[in-house]
């Protein structure tokens, strides 16, 4: 697991720019027991045997470990352990407690949160509704900058209606909105640290400040990050009294800090090194489908990607089942689609997944059609342009490749680069290349995650989710009804059409849905490992074996 949730979370995240929606966003309500979604009394699996320090390695730095700031997925793992939301994703991808022991949809605009009694932050200060608010207001509040804001855009009010409830009121109808105030788009924080630390929260200096099992004892941006226990979270006293976290980029690297006994959680198990870390002694690769994506992009506002025809010749020069094969060592699913069909649970059933994505045109490996499309372009004897990729994603890397040398047979010249993690999501950012590989990663179970963060055409200038600079009339008119919906079947067949309409355009050539690969060395076992492990507490399903 590496890189984007989706939103600018989600390439830009994103987590990721990685469900099934079990409850129905029209008639929002849930309650739930006093633990943790996801978690248990911080034993993980039950073992008795102590280990004091769980030393991770993750395969990129973090300039900054509020998320809100730097939307990569690996903040997210740090963030997590620190910091709670008011309602969390299960590992089936549904709505469940966290700081919000019950809430409800009370009409089409309005939605009440009661907080759960006793909670506390790792300061001992007590959670308060103010701080839940001031924590929605970091993003919601008019000129908000964050990574978030643009997913409180609707909000017309936040307010604390009680000591323990907060009530948000929309604009408009917004069936998605449920998931807003989730892992993704919200970690909570209290209201006097905000105050305090201002701009210099999560850097080196202010850290975070959350409700969660684990406190930042220290960061160094370009090294590791430190946590210690908090003996007074809410879940059970955490298994470790630490955990030392370390930026470990180079993949072979991290495979002989394994060897060595010297980490005991590696994420982001290479595809064609998954034999070699299964034969580590003791050791254990554990693998699920991640509901994340690896799309190419084309940026639509931008010649020569501007015609159609180029964009067509390119999705026609890739061989998604060639790269899932070689280069992802079967790890991986061709895409046909932006989002996986396993993520239309509650929205649609498996009947009508089944015929919405029989329905959905592809643009199979042809390199004569490709050269056909190009030659029916503005430019029909090619062009050049460049390509990156993160560093901390030598996969995407080498499907690109595959990807040059098959244009290069059609008179296009692309040139793979690959740049750090942090540049590459600046430049994402940015809007200013041709052509990208968005790689995202859903945080929640809701098909619309994806559909109206990247084809929505107001996406382009609210969050800049939207890569491809896509904007068609007809499709952001589908997405907007079905925004404001609130019958489930309705809704999914409005973001089914968009999804159909929007292939014609080729604003995106999906390229594969992945697989997470994370490797447990011999003192350590998990359980729950599956798509949604780590967008929450991940530790406390981590103990010592």
Request: charged residues 20%; aromatic residues 8%; glycine residues 10%.
């Amino acid at each position: 697991m590496t890189d984007l949730p989706i939103s600018r979370r989600s390439v830009l995240r994103s987590a990721a720019f990685a469900g099934a929606l079990a409850v129905l966003p029209g008639l929002l309500s849930a309650c739930g027991s006093s633990e943790p979604a996801g978690t248990g009394t911080g034993t993980g699996t039950g073992a008795k045997k102590s280990l004091d320090v769980l030393r991770v390695a993750l395969p990129s730095s973090i300039g900054s470990l509020d998320a809100a700031k730097e939307a990569g997925i690996m903040n997210y793992v740090v963030a997590l352990l620190v910091q709670e939301s008011l309602v969390g994703v299960g590992p089936d991808g549904s709505l469940q407690p966290s700081l919000a022991e019950s809430w409800a949809r009370k009409d089409a605009t309005t939605y009440v949160y009661k907080l759960r009694g006793g909670v506390t932050f790792s300061d001992g200060s007590p959670l308060t509704a103010a701080d839940v608010v001031a924590s929605l207001n970091l993003h919601a509040k008019k000129g908000s900058t964050t990574a978030f804001a643009y997913a409180y855009a609707n909000v017309d009010s936040i307010e604390a209606t009680g000591d323990a409830e907060v009530t948000i009121k929309l604009k408009s109808p917004d069936a998605a909105f449920a998931w807003v105030p989730t892992p993704g788009t919200l970690l909570v924080t209290s209201e006097k640290f905000i105050q305090a630390t201002g701009e210099r929260i999560g850097t080196p200096e202010g850290k975070l400040l959350g409700t969660g099992p684990y406190k930042v004892a220290e960061f160094a941006p370009d090294s590791h990050v430190t946590l210690e226990r908090n003996d007074s979270y809410r879940g059970g006293k955490p298994a470790f009294r630490q955990i030392r976290i370390d930026f470990i980029p180079e993949e072979s690297t991290r495979l002989l800090a394994m060897r060595g006994d010297n980490v005991d959680v590696a994420l982001n198990v290479p595809a064609e090194q998954i034999d070699q870390w299964k034969a580590v002694p003791g050791a254990q690769v554990l693998t699920a489908g991640d509901r994340s994506l690896v799309t190419l992009a084309f940026n639509t506002a931008k010649k020569p990607w501007d015609d159609v025809h180029v964009r067509r010749a390119v999705a026609h020069a890739v061989d998604r089942e060639g790269i899932v094969k070689s280069v992802l060592r079967g790890h991986g699913k061709v895409a046909t689609a932006v989002p996986d069909p396993a993520q239309w649970g509650g929205v649609l059933d498996e009947a009508a997944v089944t015929a919405l994505y029989a329905s959905i045109p592809q643009y199979g490996f042809d390199l004569a059609q490709a050269k056909a499309e190009l030659a029916k372009s503005a430019t029909p004897q090619g062009f050049a342009d460049t390509l990156t990729y993160p560093s901390s994603g030598p996969q995407l890397g080498r499907a690109a490749l595959t990807l040059a040398e098959n244009l290069k047979t059609i008179g296009i010249t692309l040139e793979v680069k690959e740049v750090p993690l942090e540049q590459w999501i600046a430049d994402l950012g940015k809007h200013a290349s041709g052509i990208y590989l968005g790689w995202y990663f859903a945080t929640t179970g809701d098909p619309a995650e994806y559909i109206q963060q990247l084809l929505h055409g107001g996406a382009v200038g609210e969050n800049g989710t939207n890569i491809a600079e896509y904007d068609n009339a007809e499709v952001t008119g589908l997405l907007d009804q079905a925004k404001a919906g609130t019958d489930d079947a309705a809704r999914g067949k409005l973001l089914g059409q968009a999804l159909v309409r929007a292939v014609a355009d080729v604003p995106y050539q999906p390229l594969w849905w992945g697989e997470a690969a994370t490797a447990f060395g011999k003192a350590v076992a998990a359980e729950g490992f599956g798509p949604y492990f780590f967008v929450g507490p991940w530790a406390t399903k981590v103990a010592a074996r």
